[in-house]
């Protein structure tokens, strides 16, 4: 990557059981094209060969980098935030979108290691999937034809970021990482369990902290003085069961 490039250096691009090695090559010649280096493909129903060389063109050289995982688990694994990309609107806390130049802000605002998620061509992500995206970005586009293929539209989410991205003004605010995210989530089910939120009401709370904790961009400050507000109520709710539990023995 040259120095024109370095700022893009922390993004990565996965790609989830990608059917056509067309696609493949497209996606790798769109990337080439604004600047992202890395390729993650999550068990790819089709060969990487020839054809997906063809298609990329000056971005064959992603190809020969490219990450072969089994899992989706496994392919986000290291980064901080995760943006994944549907073209399938639906309704529910799991379905709530922004547009990609909004996805693209947070993004370059963002100093962790980030992620940008395609989803298979025929059928997109799976409800778990998106339920371990930080942002899910939709694209508008005709209603009577809103589906695109998935290059043409990782092209538009690149496009987006690349502008965001070189448009940011630095030092940029530092954010908080997954696993940091993931602790205040943690605090969050133990509370929730002291006031006896069952697993439905518990996955929906954490899953819409996540999206707020993305959302408003928070700063790693932001999130540490509220998981230790969480970890002082959740200290506070036990002692006061401990207490009521002694006092009704003493009684």
């Not at 040259?2 to 067309?22: A, D, K, M, T």
């Not at 089709?46 to 980098?65: N, V």
């Not at 290291?78 to 130049?101: E, N, Q, S």
């Not at 395609?118 to 942002?135: A, H, P």
Request: charged share 25%.
């Amino acid at each position: 990557m040259g120095s024109s490039c370095s700022r893009f250096s922390g993004i990565g691009v996965i790609f989830v059981q990608p059917l056509y090695e067309q696609n493949i090559g497209y996606i790798a010649r769109c990337m080439k094209n604004f600047c992202l280096a890395e390729l993650v493909l999550v068990k790819p129903r089709c060969s990487l060969g020839s054809e997906s060389r063809k298609y990329a063109m000056h971005g064959a050289e992603i190809l020969e980098r490219v990450k072969i995982v089994d899992s989706f688990e496994e392919a986000i694994k290291g980064f901080d935030l995760v943006v994944c990309t549907t073209g399938v609107k639906g309704g529910g806390v799991l379905r709530r979108y922004v547009v990609p130049r909004d996805a693209a802000s947070i993004i370059a605002e963002n100093t962790g290691r980030r992620a940008i998620v395609i989803g298979r061509e025929d059928w997109g992500l799976t409800n778990e999937e998106l339920s371990l995206c930080d942002l899910v970005v939709t694209i508008e586009a005709n209603p009577d034809y809103p589906s695109l293929n998935a290059s043409h539209a990782a092209v538009i989410v690149f496009y987006e970021i690349f502008n965001a991205v070189t448009q940011v003004e630095s030092p940029r605010i530092e954010r908080p990482s997954r696993n940091e995210v993931d602790k205040l989530l943690e605090y969050l089910d133990l509370l929730g369990r002291e006031l006896g939120y069952d697993e439905a009401r518990l996955r929906k709370s954490k899953l819409i902290m996540r999206r707020i904790v993305t959302e408003a961009r928070f700063s790693a400050l932001d999130l540490r003085m509220l998981m230790g507000y969480f970890g002082d109520s959740l200290k506070r709710i036990r002692e006061c069961r401990r207490s009521l539990t002694e006092l009704g023995r003493a009684v």
